[in-house]
């Protein structure tokens, strides 16, 4: 293979997403025993539902009859039926029963992919297998999402835009002060400064030079296997409540090569009565205020073209960015590398 071919294969693997990761795809709230869920992750069509006991369950979206979406069909006693012609498949994608014609031969074979599902902290993650990964690693969690000293909410967004820009507004702290300087906390701090990039045990920390804890200042990346997360501070006034800095848990889904799907806790550590004082301002006055933000943050990514990083001219400030393409890169061509060695070991 030519270093040309190998090299748009990585490119393609970077755009539509990584293999051997769990990625949340839903809130838990949304997958339900009476109905399924269709959601579209890493360029496929999956389907979730709960089966008798509760647990998820997650196949390809895809009746193996004539391909009818399952996610239009129904539940029947914890497993799916397709509503075309009611075939119904268990949560393994085995075929149970085809009404239309009983002992017909499809029943018993396993026609379909189903995945490993694991729900945490109000979010279902789904486990995509690679070949140096087929089978799913523990999901790796930042410890805010399983300290009960901390407690928060979870928000999702469909953005219109490849989730590598997504990626890379996140690790660009210098934004904050231009792009949402009218908003509640992030219209203080200096417009100028330098940026300062530092590995860490798992991954990478990027951070303003010149000031902390006057606007959104730095961003940790978290690498780990199977699983990849961001954090970050917003200063906060004693307007806005007991608690202290207001943290972001930052995860990012390709659905495919131009939409991704935003799942951002937004976290603060406070226990007793001022527990429940926060969860009540945020409802009341707070969430308005960051979806106005998160807004923000997506009508700008939306609006740049999808060869963006083509034609783009990087400076110091872009360390972040820089670093995390880097450890895409560098993750697709081990991926890319593995599985032409499977296939030429296979032939």
Known sequence: ?????????????????????????????????????????????????????????????????????????????????????????DGEGVVQ???????????????????????????????????????????????????????????????????????????????????????????????????KLDKTDRGFRIERVGQVGANFDWTEFEVHPGAMFCFLDIPYPPAAGPGGVFRIIGFTTPVDERTCKVFFWRMRQVTGLARESFRFLYRAKLEENHWRVLEQDRVMLEGMPDDARRREMLYQHDLGVSRIRQILTRAAKSQIEAELAAREAAE
């Open 1 to 89: 293979m030519s270093a040309h071919d190998m090299k748009s294969l990585i490119e393609e693997r970077v755009n539509t997403g990584l293999l051997g990761q769990w990625h949340p795809v839903a809130k838990s709230v949304e997958i339900k025993g009476t109905r399924p869920h269709g959601v579209k992750a890493l360029g496929r069509k999956l389907v979730l539902w709960r089966d008798g006991a509760g647990t998820i369950r997650c196949l390809e979206d895809f009746c193996p009859h004539r391909g009818a979406p399952l996610s239009y069909g129904e539940i029947h006693e914890g497993n799916i039926g397709c509503r075309y012609h009611g075939v119904i498949v």
């Open 97 to 195: 029963r085809v009404p239309a014609m009983p002992e017909c031969a499809l029943e018993g074979r396993k026609a379909l992919e189903s995945f490993h599902v694991q729900e945490a902290n109000d979010a279902v993650f789904v486990y995509f297998p690679s070949v140096e990964r087929p089978e799913p690693p523990e999901l790796a969690l930042p410890r805010e999402l399983t300290d009960p000293d901390w407690t928060g909410f979870l928000c999702t967004s469909v953005w219109e835009t490849n989730y590598r820009y997504a990626l890379d507004n996140l690790a660009d702290p210098m934004h904050g002060c231009y792009l949402h300087s009218e908003s509640f906390t992030l219209a203080f701090g200096s417009k100028q400064d330098l940026m």
